[in-house]
Nanobody, 115 residues
Framework: QVQLVESGGGLVQPGGSLRLSCAAS????????MGWFRQAPGKEREFVAR???????NYADSVKGRFTISRDNAKNTVYLQMNSLKPEDTAVYSC?????????WGQGTQVNVSS
């Protein structure tokens, strides 16, 4: 069992930055692929970014060049650095941990990009 707790969301102006964190429980954190997803009001949840156990990364086209995912295995934490934020980035951002058929989700953190 893995428990995930996100933090770092909030209100930011367009063009601003936020860093989200996802703290994981468990002793095998470094074996999991970690991902960030988001869901805007009235829309389906969508993939944002992913980092594998060997730190290979991939991003949604909509955030490529603006967002950076990273992980600190010593702290059991994955981060999402979000720069040049746009109003369309407004959503609840959720963290996912995946290993084989196992998949765990956090409760999410709200990000609002507005002037």
């Amino acid at each position: 069992q893995v428990q995930l707790v996100e933090s770092g969301g909030g209100l930011v102006q367009p063009g601003g930055s936020l860093r989200l964190s996802c703290a994981a429980s468990g002793r095998t954190f470094n074996s999991y692929a970690m991902g960030w997803f988001r869901q805007a009001p009235g829309k389906e949840r969508e993939f944002v970014a992913r980092i594998t156990s060997v730190a290979s990364t991939n991003y949604a086209d909509s955030v490529k060049g603006r967002f950076t995912i990273s992980r600190d295995n010593a702290k059991n934490t994955v981060y999402l650095q979000m720069n040049s934020l746009k109003p369309e980035d407004t959503a609840v951002y959720s963290c996912n941990a995946a290993l084989g058929i196992q998949s765990y989700w956090g409760q999410g953190t709200q990000v609002n990009v507005s002037s």
